[in-house]
């Protein structure tokens, strides 16, 4: 996936922090988790809300590189 024009958050003092994008209403964030209860939680999540503020998408993700 490739978004263009992103603000990058911070989110707190231990590291985490996240980038926002907003296209035709639909804001995407695309959080960085430094800090988790699990050591089996993903590296990143992405977020995806509705112009109306609901949740549609709540998915663990992982850096793929060729």
Same mark, same amino acid.
């Given at each position: 996936?490739?978004?263009?024009? $992103?603000?990058?958050?911070? +989110? $707190? %003092?231990?590291?985490? !922090? !996240? !980038?926002?994008?907003?296209?035709? $209403? ?16 993903a590296?990143? *999540?992405?977020?995806? %809300?509705?112009? *109306?503020?609901? *949740?549609?998408?709540?998915? +663990?993700? !992982?850096?793929?590189?060729?």
């Amino acid at each position: 996936m490739i978004i263009s024009n $992103g603000e990058l958050i911070p +989110d $707190g %003092t231990g590291g985490n !922090y !996240y !980038y926002e994008f907003n296209n035709n $209403g639909y804001t995407y964030q695309i959080w960085r988790n430094y800090l988790t209860d699990s050591a089996k939680k993903a590296p990143y *999540t992405l977020m995806v %809300t509705n112009e *109306t503020g609901k *949740t549609i998408v709540n998915q +663990d993700g !992982y850096v793929v590189k060729n």
